[in-house]
């Protein structure tokens, strides 16, 4: 069997963070339990992100291996070995029953290191790590797709001085803004570096106005403009409980779709991730389900229907009667072409990369993809503030003409709300 310098046994969380998770090791040797695939087998029959990520994961093995023999190892085009392990424990120490999978992939990875080589185990799961680490194991998470979520872009500079300088414009990404406060608010400066003409364009006051909402702060104000130009297809909004991120996609959602009949509806989608105890499944069809976890949408909706009065849209219902807006779970879009639709992705920080890249990628022509959330707030326990996917996608995207993020940072909701988001 050819082997390679450094070996990486993959835990079975990596594959449901990434289904292509093997591409990322090069020239190396990847040792897969066979307890992985027993896992991976049991969660396909899931309908979450778990279940759809472990069937892309086995179909992918599959292409990988095509016939060969997975026991002494599959040459890899990127130059590793794929290799398939079992048994090989020998004496389990008491503290590490067997009845638990985890256990068992790491006694296995452990088994390894008599090959006298470096065995690195990679897990999303912390406490996977801390016990492969007891066992002399160099455990480390996947970081492939791993940002600096404290440095993260932002979109928006307040500390540059109008006219720009040569140096200032050289740094500047495409669609970053540029904020000059005035002394009347009304005067205030607000402009968008259009990279590609070398020009910064001048965001109107009148844009701060949409659906019958106003901007309350100079970030939402520049949220505002790239929600509601067409020309930027895909806006990420990046903020605490509060900021206002749902409400402002949903609000130039409805300007575009019914008042400039820019796109032919909006479409809704938030991962199905509980926050604490999951209740278990819930009764009814699709639609009765997917309300349950729609209702902050829904919330958001009735405000914005009850200070933009309108004699067809009174309440709800009618706006979903004249399909102005369709919401769908994250699980369901994958496959589905989107053409001329506005697209948001509410939470979007409980994706994961690869989530985000199929999510994306289904947007079709004349379609715009909003993608807002808080890195602060995940509930998927094996993504953090510096994995998720939405983090991801700023940092790959900045600087791209089709992109534009905006970090919002003052909570407008009321005074508490600002306070628990600071404090708490």
Known sequence: MLKSNKLFVIDTNVFIHNPEAVLSFRDSEIAIPL??????????????????????????????????????GVKLENGSILRVIFGGIGEPPADLPLDRNDNVIILQAAALLQSGRPV????????????????????????????????????IRDDCVIP????????????????????????????RWDKQNGVLQTVPQERKQCFGIRARNERQWAALDLLLN???????????????????????????????????RILVSRPIVPLGKDIGYLPGEKAAKLATW???????????????????????????????????????????????????????????????????????????VVLTGDPE???????????????????????????????????ERSELAELAARLL
């Open 164 to 191: 720009l300088s040569n140096e200032v414009t050289e740094k500047l990404l495409a669609n970053e803004y540029i904020y000059a406060p005035n002394t009347n608010p009304e005067e205030d400066f607000l402009g």
């Open 35 to 72: 307890v992985v695939l027993e896992e991976l087998d049991k969660l396909k029959t899931y309908q979450d992100h778990r279940g759809k990520n472990a069937r892309e994961a086995i179909r992918f093995f599959n292409n990988l291996i095509k016939g060969g023999d997975v026991r002494n």
């Open 294 to 368: 729609m209702e902050p949408i829904f919330d958001n909706l009735e405000y914005l229907l009850s200070i933009n009065k309108r004699p067809n849209l009174k309440n709800v219902d009618q706006v979903f009667k004249e399909r102005y807006m369709e919401v769908e779970a994250v699980t369901y879009i994958r496959g589905r072409s989107l053409p001329s639709q506005f697209i948001v992705i509410d939470e979007a920080q409980n994706l994961t990369p690869h989530e985000i890249k199929t999510i994306v990628s289904r947007a079709g022509a004349n379609s715009k």
């Open 377 to 411: 707030q995940i509930d998927n326990m094996y993504l953090d503030a510096n994995s998720n996917g939405l983090s991801y996608l700023v940092e790959a995207f900045k600087g791209e003409p089709l992109f534009g993020h905006i970090t919002l940072q003052k909570t």
């Open 230 to 264: 067409p020309d930027i297809p895909c806006v990420t909004l990046i903020g605490r409980a509060g900021t206002g991120k749902t409400l402002l996609a949903i609000a130039a959602g409805l300007h575009l779709v019914i008042e400039e009949k820019k796109y032919d």
């Open 120 to 155: 690195f185990f990679v897990s999303k799961d912390i406490n996977a790590r801390v016990k492969a680490a007891v066992l002399g194991l160099r455990a480390v998470d996947y970081e492939k797709q791993k940002v600096n979520a404290a440095e993260l872009y932002s979109g």
